[in-house]
């Protein structure tokens, strides 16, 4: 058995876990903590623990992960791409409890609430859940689904066990064809679909730089126009500050002439302030 295994931290993220990992020894001869976490691929907009953490049957590098309001669907096969392929719409008017893929479905989730069951069936659409089940009176808070086993149980009925939380009593609810029985060609047609939502999570991924550096070239568009403005306003500033200068300077000087005229201030006097204005300059 190899020692890896997959995990979710305390924020929602999906982490890849080898406890194989042996300790270091550090620059002072003592040995450091192993890393244990090999890898963590980080789901964004959740800062809350994972409800619950599931493996495709059918996929073995798809994962789920269902969060209060969404779930998220990983491909750990990806190296270059540590974010979710798929993020659900959000869940209203309740919040969602577990979840887990179809057995015997590639394209079928079923997704437990505090109010019911959403069956999302990426055969038919993506963008909502393609039915409700009511089937509980209370939170459900796990299910399991019936393995089948050879040819023979395929053709039998597949049956759901789910608990709820008011009183803990076992459940079991018969899942309708249309959701146990595969469609023709429906496992290829469903890694197509995943490839497809890679395709567009890249997409994404590479628009949000894009625009981010558009956005960046805006701001110092903006913040280059605003220095420019506000230099502009303390020269003009300036100069109305010379020009009022000038004209108190010029009302002084006629003010003074005038007090000589009157005789009120002698000639040497006017000539001692005037070599003092000039000074000044």
């Known amino acids: 058995m190899l020692p890896e295994f997959w995990g979710s931290s305390d924020e929602g993220d999906l982490c890849k876990v080898d406890w194989s990992i042996k300790p ?49 669907i990983w491909k750990t096969s990806l190296d270059d791409f540590k974010e979710p392929i798929f ?27 505090t109010d019911g069951v959403d069956v999302w069936d990426f055969y038919d659409e993506s963008y909502k859940p393609s039915m409700p089940l009511n089937i509980a009176t209370s939170a459900i808070t796990f299910f399991k689904f019936q393995l089948l086993q050879g040819p023979k149980d395929k053709k039998q009925s597949q049956f759901m ?36 939502e890679i395709q567009k999570s890249r997409y994404v991924k590479d628009r949000r730089v894009t625009m981010r550096e558009d956005w960046n070239e805006i701001q110092k568009e903006k913040d280059i126009a605003r220095a420019m ?28 002439m005038q007090k000589a005229k009157l005789g009120l201030i002698t000639s040497e006097e006017l000539e001692k302030l005037t070599a003092q204005k000039k000074k000044k300059r």
């Open 229 to 256: 403005a506000e230099a502009m306003n303390d020269q003009a500033g300036d100069a109305e500050q010379e020009k009022e200068m000038a004209e108190e300077e010029a009302y002084e000087e006629l003010l003074n």
């Open 161 to 196: 066990a789910y608990g709820d939380e008011t009183e803990g009593t076992l459940f079991l609810y018969e899942v309708p064809p249309n959701l146990s029985k595969p469609f023709e060609n429906e496992e290829e047609t469903i890694a197509n679909f995943w490839e497809k």
């Open 24 to 72: 270091i020894a550090g620059g002072d001869g003592e040995a450091k903590i192993p890393e244990f976490v090999i890898a963590q691929y980080d789901s964004e907009k959740n800062a809350r623990p994972v409800l619950s953490l599931e493996r495709s049957p059918f996929y073995p590098d798809i994962l789920l992960t269902v969060h209060d309001f969404c779930f998220c």
């Open 87 to 113: 993020r659900s719409a959000n869940t209203f008017g309740s919040h969602n409890t577990c979840g887990g893929f179809s057995p015997t479905r590639p394209g079928v989730i079923f997704i437990s609430k």
